[in-house]
């Protein structure tokens, strides 16, 4: 599976900007790929971060099953 690492300033607004870009590149690829693509956050704010990612990626069904959190890039 193809996927997209996103790097992003502080705070929560960086976030969602690169978030939200990078779900749309995701849509862009899916389309011309055929195929799933996942996103890769750096998981650096805690429950916080996960909670405002699981409202951005509510909009769009079965994003959030292709979004990972990791620690090791926090």
Do not use: H, K
Not at 3 to 27: E, K
């Amino acid at each position: 599976m193809l996927s997209i690492l996103t790097n992003f300033g502080p705070g929560f607004g960086p976030l969602v900007r690169t978030f939200d870009m990078a779900r749309r590149i995701c849509q862009r690829l899916e389309a011309r790929l055929g195929e799933p693509v996942s996103i890769i956050v750096p998981w650096v704010y805690g429950d916080d971060q996960l909670r405002i990612l699981r409202e951005e990626a509510s909009g769009e069904p079965g994003l959030w099953d292709r979004v990972f959190l990791s620690p090791e890039l926090g």
